[in-house]
């Protein structure tokens, strides 16, 4: 089973997240019912069509692998997007009331400086646990050396 089952239930889920899209953006007085309950029907349906899923031939999903490894490069970039944005807002956020209380800019720095050493653990660990090949150390240099770069 191994990938197959992999790429079986991430289909499944698509089209579950498709449907309930296109059920929740109506926004009618049922939606919202529908969105935040009918739990053992929503379960009872994922699981039907894995269930059912079995039956689609295996070369369909080496397509999907395919398309969906390029589908989650635009979301990975699009999600980079969103979590910049939010990053920006926060700290635009945190200026204005570190007019008015500096515990906002003491917070601000405090929180600058743990999420910087944080990533500077998960880039070593990253050259710990991937040092096997040259292009992974490349992979991970790469970057590295860029937001230096940015940032200096």
């Given at each position: 089973?191994?990938?197959?089952?992999?790429?079986?239930?991430?289909?499944?889920?698509?089209?579950f997240?498709?449907?309930?899209?296109?059920?929740?953006?109506?926004?009618?007085?049922?939606?919202?019912?529908?969105?935040?309950?009918?739990?053992?029907?929503?379960?009872?349906?994922?699981?039907?069509?894995?269930?059912?899923?079995?039956?689609?031939?295996?070369?369909?999903?080496?397509?999907?692998?395919?398309?969906?490894?390029?589908?989650?490069?635009?979301?990975?970039?699009?999600?980079?997007?969103?979590?910049?944005?939010?990053?920006?807002?926060l700290?635009?956020?945190f200026?204005?009331?570190?007019?008015?209380?500096?515990?906002?800019?003491?917070?601000?720095?405090?929180?600058t400086?743990?999420?910087?050493?944080?990533?500077?653990?998960?880039?070593?660990?990253?050259?710990?646990?991937?040092?096997?090949c040259?292009?992974?150390?490349?992979?991970?240099?790469?970057?590295?050396?860029?937001?230096?770069?940015?940032?200096?």
């Amino acid at each position: 089973m191994g990938s197959s089952a992999i790429f079986r239930i991430s289909f499944i889920l698509m089209l579950f997240h498709i449907a309930v899209l296109v059920i929740i953006a109506p926004r009618l007085p049922c939606s919202a019912y529908f969105h935040d309950g009918c739990w053992v029907t929503k379960f009872t349906v994922v699981l039907a069509a894995f269930i059912l899923s079995f039956w689609i031939p295996n070369g369909f999903f080496r397509v999907y692998g395919y398309i969906s490894l390029i589908c989650s490069f635009f979301f990975l970039i699009f999600q980079g997007i969103i979590i910049m944005g939010a990053c920006y807002s926060l700290n635009d956020h945190f200026l204005k009331l570190s007019d008015t209380n500096r515990a906002y800019l003491i917070s601000l720095l405090v929180l600058t400086i743990v999420i910087t050493l944080i990533s500077v653990i998960f880039i070593i660990l990253e050259f710990v646990w991937f040092h096997a090949c040259w292009a992974n150390n490349l992979l991970i240099l790469v970057p590295v050396i860029f937001t230096i770069g940015y940032v200096v």
